[in-house]
Structure formats: C-alpha cells, structure tokens
C-alpha cells in the first residue's frame, strides 16, 4: 500500500476492507508529527513505564523496541511503540531542555546552529535588513608577543564585543590583553592564562569601517603555547533593494 511523500502516512486503496485501521493509523502518525513536542532527544532505549502519547526523538544506538530507530520519533501510543521517520526541515520542541530542534543534514540541532552563524532578524518592504552575526576561531599554537586572528570584525557592522575562553593552558606570558590594533585591551585586560578561563569582552556598541582582526596580547612574557577561542558578536546593515 502506498505512503504520502513526506509524513509516509498510509493512504487508503480503493476497494480496500476495514479501511478505519488504515485511517487510524494515519491519524495516530499525525498526532504525533504535528505541533511536535518530545520528552527529551538523549534517549536510547524504552522507558519502562511509558504514557500513552509519549514521544522522543531516539539517540543514536536505538535497541529493544526502537532497534534502527536511531534519529527517528518513537511515540507509544495504543499499548505499543510507533516509528515517525523524520526528514530534513523537521522541528521539535524538545521538553527537557525547553528549546527547539530542528532536522537539518540527517541530523538533529538547535534552531541557532541550524540557522547558522548570520541571520536576518528583521526586513523592510524595500529589502534592507538588520542581521546579526557570529564569528569564531579557536587560536592555537601561540607564538610571540601578539596574535591576530584569521576571522575578522566585518566592515561596516557594529560589534558587540568579543568573548575568549581559554582553551589550553597558555605558557610563556602570565596573562594577555584582548583587542584589535592600537586598543590592545578593547575586549578585556590581564585575562587567565588557565585552561578554562573565559571573559564576556562587551564594549559599547561600534561601528568597524574595515575588516579588522582580533589581537590576543601577552603580558608578563611572549607566548609560547597555548590555545584561546574567540568569538566575534556583531550586527548588521543590510542595503535596500535596487
């Protein structure tokens, strides 16, 4: 019997008999697929005491009833478990965490990272538009008396500041300045050195008139190891149309 394209809910045949198991099946596929909300995407196995309407999206190495399942939604419905196969575009509100997942290249994030690391937040009729962005870049190695980063502020955005969290035990300086050229403590002055280390770098709001990279700064002695990751927040302008 043949499925629908995208739901794979049943479709009844013609002259078909008992034709209400088939309706039901398709109604009870939707009620779990429409306005999706799921226990929790941690778990692996069944519960053992489920409620009926329970729904999860079921991580990787699925066993016992839910064998295969891996990524898919298991829901327990009618005294037994129903597999919801999943596509691309999918989204859940995942009640565990109290957030939005969304399917995205065969796999499961939250609607950020799907969104991806620039979005438009808002669009005029004419097409301009306010975005904001996200910029990072794990700096390893450290070397010398300063490092700039490969990613940069982008020209014309107002950065909101830069975030650090120090990610290997940096040796040779006893701190180090975040910043951009010419303001070597911009983002944050005499920052740890630990592993683990991090610092929230907010400035008042600044427009950048150019690409301008990040300048890590050692203090107390050059670098000579070490690891910092970085990120750039920012906003940004977009023309209206031609």
Known sequence: MADTTRLVLPYLA??????????????????????????NATTSAPPGSPTAGDCYIVASGGSGDWSGW???????????WYRLTVQNGFRAWDLSQNRILVRKGGAWMDLAQAMGPEVVVAQGALGATTGMGVLEETISGLSGSSVNSTIQIPDRSICLGVSTRTITAITGA??????VSGQNQKFGGSLGISAGSTNKGVIGPEAFYADTAVRLTANGGNFTGGAVR???HYLTIGLPGA
């Open 174 to 179: 006893t701190s180090y300045h975040c910043g």
């Open 230 to 232: 970085i990120a750039i």
């Open 14 to 39: 013609a002259g078909q008999s008992q034709k209400h198991v088939t309706h039901n099946d398709a109604l009870r596929l939707l009620d779990g697929l429409v306005q999706m909300a799921v226990t």
């Open 70 to 80: 891996d990524g898919d939604l298991a829901m327990y419905a009618d005294g037994t």
